[in-house]
Nanobody, 117 residues
Framework: QVQLVESGGGLVQPGGSLRLSCAAS????????MGWYRRSPGKQRELVAVITNDGNSNYGDSVKGRFTIASDNAKNTVYLQMNRLKPEDTAVYYC???????????WGQGTQVTVSS
């Protein structure tokens, strides 16, 4: 049993910033990567950013240069610093933990990010 709890979402004006956090707890044996995905109505789930347990990161093209992912492996926590937010960033953001085995992905409940004037 693994639980992921996101926090930090909310309403922000265009050009503003938010910082999301995701803390994993429970029966965690090992972690390959943690990351963030997002989904808005009418769109497929989209990669935002992922970071592996050795510190390598990857970003979706739409957020490169604006978002930064970081992790604290000792706390099983991942962060997403979102800067220069755009209305197109409005979505539910989901935290993901990717284990080393087959079909061992875990998801948080999602946190709403709304970018609007």
């Amino acid at each position: 049993q693994v639980q992921l709890v996101e926090s930090g979402g909310g309403l922000v004006q265009p050009g503003g910033s938010l910082r999301l956090s995701c803390a994993a707890s429970g029966n965690i044996y090992s972690v390959y990567a943690m990351g963030w995905y997002r989904r808005s109505p009418g769109k497929q789930r989209e990669l935002v950013a992922v970071i592996t347990n050795d510190g390598n990161s990857n970003y979706g093209d739409s957020v490169k240069g604006r978002f930064t992912i970081a992790s604290d492996n000792a706390k099983n926590t991942v962060y997403l610093q979102m800067n220069r937010l755009k209305p197109e960033d409005t979505a539910v953001y989901y935290c993901n933990l990717d284990g080393p085995g087959y079909d061992d992905d875990y998801w948080g409940q999602g946190t709403q990010v709304t970018v609007s004037s």
